[in-house]
């Protein structure tokens, strides 16, 4: 029940040593995420020591104590391939170091980059994605809260404890809004949550996501979040209508953001009628996507097409 990250995911922490770096760490290893280490060419042989309080199914399962874990620090994300058999690196580097760090990670072969930073200039997130497109990597972000797949592994900032594993698939753009519908929907749970980010440029899609999802055969319905600005929900509508068989639920925010103003993420702007959640409303709709008008009612409606699938 997992889609992109899975119990075997062994992280290292890019920016473990700041201050947004040591506190998720933490949150991340009593959520009993599998934190390998974390790079910082200048602290490289230390160890970082994190009190760590249990959190979630994952915890759980994976019987996590409450006590002290101490995580060694390298000098780059290669070494920790190496050393730890990482195969997920998470960002928490800086806007202006964001591109080094991720670029660093794609040189090495990391096969899922998850990219936590925001405010990293568009053209800098072109670059990166690019190259993990030519290398083969996955990069989710940036700024975004990251993937968590309940009872299995979390890599980011999502809360762990706030819904367990079941069979609906989210992706989101927003991440406050991921965390909102986790909650409404914990009574059936999730396989996969992740939050793509709402920049102009990132490196997981709504389609990439839905493919995912649509192929894991533990997710009975999907739930996407989309937002103004941008093309990226009508596509996926086109998408979902000539590949997608299991039941999508979506929302759209932004129905009352005035038009030309840039509304929260970056890429949420909106230029006349295209990109409003009017109109993408209307093309989800179209290819039989049911949008709710709210949070809770789009949950709501997710609950309604699992139960008819029983």
Known sequence: ???????????????????????HT???????????????????????DFDIVPLG?????????????????????????EKEG?????VFVPPRFAKGAVLEAVEAG??????????????DSTEFVNAALEKGCRIIGPNCPGIITPGQSN???????ITGSGPIGLVSKSGTLTYQMMFELRDIGFTTCMGIGGDPVVGTTHIDALAAFEKDPDTKVIVMIG???????????????????????????????????????????????????QAKKEALEAHGVKVGKTPSQTAEL?????????
């Open 227 to 277: 937002e103004i600005g941008g093309d990226a929900e009508e596509r996926a509508a086109d998408y979902i209508a000539a590949n997608v068989t299991k039941p999508v639920i979506a929302y759209v925010a932004g129905f009352t953001a005035p038009k030309g103003k840039t509304m929260g993420h970056a890429g949420a702007i909106v230029s006349g009628s295209a990109g409003t959640a």
């Open 26 to 48: 933490r949150l991340m290893l009593g959520a009993g995420t599998n934190v390998v280490g974390g790079t910082n060419p200048k602290k490289a042989g230390q160890t970082v």
């Open 57 to 81: 199914e994952a915890a759980e399962k994976k019987g996590v104590k409450a006590g002290t874990v101490s995580v060694p620090v390298f000098g780059t994300v290669k070494e920790a391939m």
């Open 1 to 23: 029940m997992s889609v992109f990250l899975d119990s075997s995911a062994r992280i290292v922490v890019q920016g473990m040593t700041g201050s947004e770096g040591r506190k």
């Open 302 to 310: 997710a609950r309604e097409a699992f139960k008819a699938l029983s």
């Open 86 to 90: 990482a195969n997920v690196s998470v």
């Open 110 to 123: 990391m096969p899922l980059i998850v990219v936590i930073t925001e405010g990293i200039p568009v053209q």
């Open 155 to 161: 890599v980011g900032i999502t809360p762990a404890d």
